[in-house]
């Protein structure tokens, strides 16, 4: 066993920061494969993309989505069995099951953080990716929806979740009322293109409301860089610990 009272911190240290990875990658792999296997969840999910996609490619959408839940569940289990593996190495006090930690831990770092830069990087191409989606998508059609004299069950669809849409956000367009024809009036299927007097685009509230959950994402992503990085420290002052013990009985 290690021997100093600084030691003995270091090596608690490390099973208590494994023990928070252990902790994170449950909650992730539960939070994830509750989503694939939640029945409400799914019925919701298919819903939005059937108004938007049709039903053609609402099941394939789906499909591909589930995907990426099962390989966050993937990422969940990996960062668990990391962390249990961190506390049986510095619990044994094994050089080599600390060595296998740290080389896992700082891939799982160096990959997080490359994914984190990436997204700021890509902040602006996401946002004109959003803008013209809505721009040249769903505003057009759901004009085209509004103007049809018998519109069919995805125009419908449409103009429902559209203006409920734009009912919840308090907006209209994308970017603004002037996204809609100012002459006449749309057909029955839309009375009125904007509810309640709104003038303000929804695809500013929309990017507003996208970035405010992607800060929350970016909080709990930093919080697990930290406690990585913090593993990655310890760890390796354990393995030095533990090699000089070794040596001193050499």
Same mark, same amino acid.
């Given at each position: 066993m290690v021997?100093?009272?600084?030691?003995? !911190?270091?090596?608690?240290s490390v099973i208590f920061v494994n023990v928070?990875?252990?902790?994170?990658?449950?909650? @992730?792999?539960?939070?994830? *494969?509750a989503l694939v296997f939640n029945k409400t969840f799914q019925d919701d999910i298919? +819903?939005?993309?059937k108004n938007t996609s049709g039903n053609d490619q609402a099941a394939g959408t789906f499909a591909s989505l589930?995907?990426? !839940?099962?390989?966050?569940?993937?990422?969940?289990g990996l960062i668990f069995l990391t962390g249990f593996l961190g506390c049986c190495g510095a619990a044994c006090e094994s050089t080599c099951l600390l060595g296998i930690f !740290?080389? @896992?831990i700082l891939l799982l770092f160096l990959t997080e953080l490359?994914?984190?830069?990436?997204?700021?990087?890509?902040?602006g191409s996401m946002q004109t990716a959003v803008n013209n989606y809505y721009n040249q998508t769903v505003v057009p059609e759901y004009i085209a929806a509004c103007q049809a004299s018998k519109p069919t069950d995805k125009q419908t669809?449409?103009?429902?979740?559209?203006?409920?849409?734009?009912?919840? *956000? +308090?907006?209209?367009?994308?970017?603004?009322? /002037?996204?809609?024809p100012t002459q006449g009036a749309p057909h029955p299927n839309c009375p009125q293109y904007c509810y309640g007097g709104y003038t303000n685009g929804c695809c500013p509230t929309l990017w507003d409301d996208l970035k405010n959950g992607v800060a929350i994402i970016g909080g709990v992503a930093i919080?697990?860089?930290?406690?990585? *990085?913090?593993?990655?420290?310890?760890?390796?002052?354990?393995?030095?610990?533990?090699? /000089? +013990?070794?040596?001193?009985?050499?």
């Amino acid at each position: 066993m290690v021997q100093g009272c600084g030691n003995n !911190f270091v090596k608690y240290s490390v099973i208590f920061v494994n023990v928070l990875v252990c902790i994170v990658g449950i909650a @992730i792999l539960a939070t994830s *494969l509750a989503l694939v296997f939640n029945k409400t969840f799914q019925d919701d999910i298919t +819903k939005v993309i059937k108004n938007t996609s049709g039903n053609d490619q609402a099941a394939g959408t789906f499909a591909s989505l589930q995907a990426v !839940f099962y390989v966050t569940a993937a990422v969940g289990g990996l960062i668990f069995l990391t962390g249990f593996l961190g506390c049986c190495g510095a619990a044994c006090e094994s050089t080599c099951l600390l060595g296998i930690f !740290f080389t @896992i831990i700082l891939l799982l770092f160096l990959t997080e953080l490359g994914v984190g830069i990436a997204a700021l990087v890509m902040q602006g191409s996401m946002q004109t990716a959003v803008n013209n989606y809505y721009n040249q998508t769903v505003v057009p059609e759901y004009i085209a929806a509004c103007q049809a004299s018998k519109p069919t069950d995805k125009q419908t669809n449409l103009i429902s979740a559209w203006n409920s849409t734009q009912n919840v *956000l +308090k907006c209209c367009g994308c970017n603004s009322a /002037s996204d809609y024809p100012t002459q006449g009036a749309p057909h029955p299927n839309c009375p009125q293109y904007c509810y309640g007097g709104y003038t303000n685009g929804c695809c500013p509230t929309l990017w507003d409301d996208l970035k405010n959950g992607v800060a929350i994402i970016g909080g709990v992503a930093i919080g697990l860089l930290v406690v990585e *990085l913090l593993a990655m420290i310890f760890s390796c002052c354990m393995c030095s610990a533990i090699r /000089s +013990k070794y040596r001193n009985y050499s």
